[in-house]
C-alpha cells in the first residue's frame, strides 16, 4: 500500500477494503486466540459475551476509526494530528504504534509455531497419533526447542517484512481472497468431524450453553480485549485502512461486512475445536497450546489427514500474514510519516525490533524457566504479552478513539463523513449514543473493575 500522503492509492473497490480488512481481521485471532480464550474463560457465557461486545462496542468503534481514516487520509498519529492540532491526542496514535510492535513480537511466535507446523505436519508427525495426550507431547517438545522456535520466527518476520518493503499487500490480499473461502472451507470439514467423534456433545454444550454462575471481571476484560484484537481496533489499523476508501463507499455496510466475516470464523473455529477437545478428553483450559494440540489430533482421524492438515496450516500462516501485514504497516507508515525514514530502512529497523523483543515469547514454550513462569504474573511470557498488548493496550486505545470522536471531534462531523457514500444513514442516532456513551463507560468500567480485582 502507498503511504505517501500526496499520492496516495484507494481501494479499486468497496471489496478492496472489505478484503483487506478482513484480511487484517481474520487471522490467528479467530483460530488460536479466541478458542483458547473461550477456554480458559468457561465457554458459552465468553463467546456470548464476547459477541456482545462485537455488535455493541466493536462495530461503532469500527466505524469511528475507519471514518478518521477517510477523513484524514493519514497514518494514526498524522490523523490525530490533523483532527487535533497541537494537543496530546497524538499520543494515542503513539501508543497504537507502540501496541503494534508489542502485538506483531508475539503474534509472530505463534505464526511461527503455525509456519513449522506445515512442515510436521506434512513430514507425518501426526500419522500415527491415536490420542490427544500424543499431539500434546508433540507440540510441547517442538514448541520448547529453541532453535526451530526462533527459526520459524525469523522466517515469518522475514516473509511478512518482504511483503511490507515491496508493497505488495495488494497482491496478496487478492490471493487471499480465492484462499480464505478454503480455510473457511476446511474449518466446516473439521466441524463436521469433530461433531461426529463420540463424547462431542459434552464439548458442544460447553461451547453453546451459558452459565453465567463463573463469570467474574476478567471474563469481561478478556471478551472486551478479545474483540478489540479480533476486529484489528485500538492501535490505528482500520484508520489506516479507511483512509484509502474512497468517499463514495458506505462505510457502514463495508464496516458490517467485516464484523460478520470476523465473528463467523472465530465462531466456527470453537465449533471445531470444543466438540473434539471433549470427545478426546482434554481439558478446555489448556492455554495458548490449545489449537495445536486439538487441530492436529481431529486430522488424525481422518482419511488424507497428513495432507488435509498440511494445507490447513499453509492457509493458516497465510491468515496470519494478512494480520501481521496490517500491523507492521501501521508501525512503518508511522516511522516514514514522521521520522522521515526511507521505506526500506524502517520495514528492516521494525522488524529486527520486533524479532528482538518477540525472543522472550519465542523462549516461553519451554527452556528459559524465567519466561515460562514470570514473577507475579505466574503464566509464561507469551500469555503475558498477549494479555498486557492484545487486551489492556487496545482497550485503552479504544477508549481514547471512542471519546476522541464522540466528544472532541465530534459525532456530527464524524458522521458527515460517514454520510458521503450513504446519504441517508439510518442508523445515525443510535451510533451517536453508542459512541457518545455505551462504548467510553463500558470500557471504562471493564477496565476499573479489573484494576480492583487485580490489587484490592
Ligand atoms: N485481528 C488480527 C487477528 O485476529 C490481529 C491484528 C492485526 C490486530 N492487526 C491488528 C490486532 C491490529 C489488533 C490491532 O488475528
Request: proline share 4%; net charge positive.
Amino acid at each position: 500500500m502507498n503511504d505517501n500522503i500526496n499520492n496516495r492509492g484507494l481501494w479499486r473497490s468497496k471489496i478492496g477494503f472489505i478484503a483487506a480488512a478482513s484480511g487484517s481481521a481474520i487471522g490467528l485471532g479467530n483460530i488460536w486466540r479466541f478458542p483458547y480464550l473461550t477456554g480458559e474463560n468457561g465457554g458459552a457465557a465468553f463467546v456470548f459475551i464476547y459477541m456482545f461486545f462485537v455488535l455493541l462496542i466493536g462495530f461503532p468503534v469500527m466505524l469511528a476509526e475507519v471514518s478518521i481514516g477517510r477523513n484524514t487520509q493519514r497514518n494514526p498519529v498524522g490523523a490525530f494530528k490533523k483532527l487535533a492540532p497541537k494537543t496530546h491526542w497524538k499520543y494515542v496514535g503513539i501508543l497504537g504504534v507502540i501496541s503494534g510492535f508489542a502485538i506483531l513480537s508475539f503474534y509472530s511466535v505463534v505464526a511461527g509455531y503455525a509456519l513449522g507446523y506445515i512442515f510436521e505436519t506434512l513430514f507425518g508427525a501426526f500419522r500415527n497419533v491415536q490420542t490427544a495426550q500424543q499431539t500434546k507431547l508433540i507440540f510441547g517438545e517442538f514448541a520448547s526447542n529453541p532453535i526451530s522456535s526462533l527459526l520459524c520466527l525469523s522466517l515469518f518476520l522475514f516473509v511478512n517484512g518482504i511483503i511490507v518493503y515491496k508493497g505488495v499487500e495488494e497482491g496478496i490480499e487478492r490471493w487471499s481472497k480465492t484462499l480464505m473461502p478454503i480455510l473457511l472451507f476446511l474449518l466446516i470439514f473439521l466441524v463436521i468431524r469433530s461433531l461426529t467423534l463420540k463424547g462431542s456433545l459434552e464439548g458442544l454444550n460447553f461451547y453453546m450453553k451459558p452459565d453465567f454462575s463463573k463469570v467474574t471481571g476478567s471474563t469481561f476484560m478478556n471478551a472486551l480485549g478479545q474483540a478489540f484484537f479480533s476486529l484489528s481496533l485500538g492501535m490505528g489499523t482500520m484508520i489506516t485502512y479507511g483512509s484509502y476508501l474512497s468517499k463514495k463507499d458506505n462505510l457502514v455496510t463495508s464496516v458490517s461486512y467485516v464484523c460478520l466475516f470476523d465473528t463467523l470464523i472465530a465462531f466456527i473455529a470453537g465449533l471445531a475445536i470444543f466438540p473434539a477437545l471433549f470427545a478426546m478428553g482434554l481439558a478446555p483450559n489448556e492455554g495458548p497450546d490449545l489449537v495445536f494440540v486439538v487441530i492436529p489430533s481431529i486430522f488424525s482421524k481422518i482419511p488424507g489427514g497428513t495432507y488435509f492438515g498440511t494445507a490447513f496450516f499453509i492457509l493458516l500462516v497465510i491468515a496470519a500474514l494478512t494480520s501481521t501485514i496490517s500491523l507492521l504497516e501501521v508501525v512503518v507508515a508511522y516511522i516514514i510519516e514522521e521520522r522521515g525514514w526511507s521505506r526500506k530502512r524502517a520495514t528492516v529497523g521494525a522488524s529486527i525490533i520486533s524479532f528482538l523483543l518477540a525472543i522472550p515469547s519465542a523462549l516461553s514454550g519451554g527452556i528459559v524457566k524465567f519466561f515460562t513462569k514470570l514473577p507475579y504474573y505466574g503464566g509464561d511470557f507469551l500469555s503475558f504479552m498477549s494479555t498486557v498488548f492484545g487486551s489492556y493496550a487496545l482497550s485503552i486505545g479504544c477508549l481514547f478513539i471512542a471519546v476522541f470522536v464522540g466528544w472532541r471531534w465530534g459525532v456530527h462531523r464524524a458522521s458527515q463523513e460517514i454520510a458521503n457514500g450513504n446519504p441517508k444513514f439510518k442508523s445515525r442516532v443510535l451510533w451517536h449514543f453508542l459512541i457518545k456513551f455505551v462504548s467510553p463507560i463500558a470500557v471504562l468500567l471493564i477496565i476499573l473493575n479489573l484494576i480492583k480485582s487485580s490489587f484490592f
